[in-house]
C-alpha cells in the first residue's frame, strides 16, 4: 500500500481553468513537501508545508496542510500549458524521501 | 543547491546485460539517493549510497541486482545487473545538501529489449 495517496491520479483540462490535487495519508507527518517534474527532468520543489492548517501561495499555486497534518492540497487557479507536468507530494521518513502516487496535469491551450 | 548530472542520459540494453550510470554533484551533499520510475508513474526508492560503505537499500530492491558504489561525497554509481525488459524504467540519482535540501538528477531512460 501507497503511504500517500494521491488524486486525481490524471486530469486534462483547459486552459484557464482552476483544479484542486489532493495528497492524503493515514500517517502524521511533521512537514510535506509538493514537487513537480516534467519530461525528461527530475522532480523540482515547489514548496515545503510544515504546520497543520498553513496556507502557502506561490503565484497561482495555492498548497494547503491539514490541520492534523495526514493530508494537503494543491490548487492551480488559471491553468496555464506550462503547468502541465507531473505532481508528486513527498514526506521525509527517516531522511530518506517517500513521494505520493503522482497526479500528471495536461493544460490544453 | 546542488546540480545533479548523470550519464548515460538513456540507453537500450540487450537483456542479460548490465548497465552502470554514473551519478555527480557538484557540491558536497551529505546524502544520495537512487530512485526507480516506471513509465507514468510516481519515484521508488532503491536505495541511500553510503560512502565508504555498502548501499541501504529498501524493500524489494538487493544487492545483487542494483550494486552502488559511493567512493565520495560527490559521486555515485548504480549498476542494473542481468537487465530484463522488467528493468525498463528512468533512474534518478537525488542528493541532500547540509541543510536538507534535496535535488534530483535528470534521470537515465532506460530501454531493455
Known amino acids: 500500500t501507497q503511504l500517500l495517496e494521491q488524486s486525481p491520479q490524471f486530469l486534462s483540462i483547459q486552459e484557464g481553468e482552476n483544479l484542486t490535487v489532493y495528497c492524503n495519508s493515514s500517517?502524521?507527518?511533521?512537514?510535506l513537501q509538493w514537487y513537480r517534474q516534467e519530461p525528461g527532468e527530475g522532480p523540482v520543489l515547489l514548496v515545503t508545508?510544515?504546520?497543520?492548517?498553513e496556507v502557502k501561495k506561490l503565484k497561482r499555486l495555492t498548497f494547503q496542510f491539514g490541520d492534523a497534518r495526514k493530508d494537503s492540497s494543491l490548487h492551480i487557479t488559471a491553468a496555464q500549458p506550462g503547468d502541465t507536468g507531473l505532481y508528486l507530494c513527498?514526506?521525509?521518513?527517516?531522511?530518506?524521501?517517500?513521494f505520493g502516487s503522482g497526479t500528471r496535469l495536461l493544460v490544453r491551450p | 543547491s546542488a546540480v545533479i548530472s548523470q550519464k548515460p542520459s538513456r540507453d537500450i540494453c540487450q537483456r542479460g546485460t548490465s548497465l552502470t550510470i554514473q551519478c555527480q554533484v557538484d557540491?558536497?551533499?551529505?546524502?544520495m539517493f537512487w530512485y526507480r520510475q516506471q513509465p507514468g508513474q510516481s519515484l521508488t526508492l532503491i536505495a541511500t549510497?553510503?560512502?565508504?560503505?555498502?548501499?541501504?537499500?529498501e524493500s524489494g530492491f538487493v544487492i545483487d541486482k542494483f550494486p552502488i558504489s559511493r567512493p565520495n561525497l560527490t559521486f555515485s554509481t548504480l549498476t542494473v545487473s542481468n537487465m530484463s525488459p522488467e528493468d525498463s524504467s528512468i533512474y534518478l540519482c537525488s542528493a541532500r545538501t547540509p541543510i536538507d535540501e534535496q535535488f534530483f538528477g535528470p534521470g537515465t531512460r532506460l530501454t531493455v529489449l
Open positions: 549510497a553510503n560512502q565508504g560503505s555498502e548501499a541501504t537499500y
Open positions: 500517517s502524521v507527518f511533521s512537514s
Open positions: 557540491s558536497q551533499v551529505t546524502m
Open positions: 513527498a514526506v521525509d521518513s527517516s531522511y530518506k524521501l517517500i
Open positions: 508545508v510544515v504546520t497543520g492548517g
